[in-house]
């Protein structure tokens, strides 16, 4: 059975950078994609990006400068740094997996609320 | 404003069909899959339609997909109270480098 547990702060600074780990259990993560998504309070869901083997990654446009994805496969781990953060990127923050897609698949986790606030 | 064109909101009684339209254009859902994703209050996302109108496993059948040309829609028939939810499309839009975009969701009200 494979689970997705996302953690990390869940208070972030303006202008700090926000870093979150995707813990996955029951497979690997080193044959599928993995997907960070956010949803905002009062907004839709926003794709934040996507990173599958090889680290080859692809990021939503609107945060690309600001966005790093990595897979750490000795600990089954996918981690998302988003820099010099603003109250904007307050959120729940969600990873999924998907197979051979960009789109997130069945497999997510229950998310990690982050709130950036001084 | 987002990618995707969804309505706010839709309303139907129990056992009755509703219909979510998600409009798009020819950089996104023309020529891509559209996916779609019931969201429950303090739950993750769940993925109910994909490649336009599969149902992956465990997705009852009274959940539908379809696709003509830059639009998509999501049928729910027999509805229950438990699908009262956000409902969300998403297409794969190749403007601006390629992006995965989410249309802005539907809130379903079961009356």
């Known amino acids: 059975q494979v689970q997705l547990k996302e953690s990390g702060p869940g208070l972030v600074k303006p202008s700090e950078t926000l870093s979150l780990t995707c813990t996955v259990t029951?497979?690997?993560?080193?044959?599928?994609?993995w997907s960070w998504i956010r949803h905002s309070p009062g907004k839709g869901l926003e794709w934040v990006g996507c990173?599958?083997?090889?680290?080859?990654?692809n990021y939503n446009p609107s945060l690309k400068t600001r966005v790093t994805m990595s897979l750490d496969t000795s600990n089954n781990q996918v981690s998302l740094r988003l820099s010099s953060v603003t109250t904007a990127d307050t959120a729940i923050y969600y990873c999924?997996?998907?197979?051979?897609?960009?789109?997130?698949?069945?497999?997510w986790g229950p998310g990690v609320s982050v709130s950036v606030s001084s | 404003q987002s990618v995707l064109t969804q309505p706010p909101s839709a309303s139907a009684t129990p056992g009755q069909r509703v219909t979510i339209s998600c409009s798009g254009s020819?950089?996104?859902?023309?020529?891509?899959?559209v996916y779609w994703y019931q969201h429950l209050p303090g739950r993750a996302p769940k993925l109910l339609i994909q490649?336009?109108?599969q149902r992956p496993s465990g997705v009852p059948d009274r959940f539908s997909g379809s696709k003509s040309g830059s639009s998509a829609s999501l049928t729910i028939t027999g509805l229950r109270s438990e699908d009262e939810a956000d409902y969300y499309c998403?297409?794969?839009?190749?403007?601006?480098?390629?992006?995965?975009?989410f249309g802005g969701g539907t809130k379903l009200t079961v009356l």
């Open positions: 029951g497979g690997s993560i080193d044959t599928y994609y």
């Open positions: 999924a997996r998907s197979s051979g897609s960009y789109y997130p698949g069945v497999y």
């Open positions: 998403a297409a794969w839009d190749a403007s601006l480098g390629g992006s995965v975009v």
């Open positions: 490649r336009d109108s």
């Open positions: 020819s950089s996104n859902i023309g020529p891509n899959f």
């Open positions: 990173i599958y083997y090889g680290e080859r990654t």
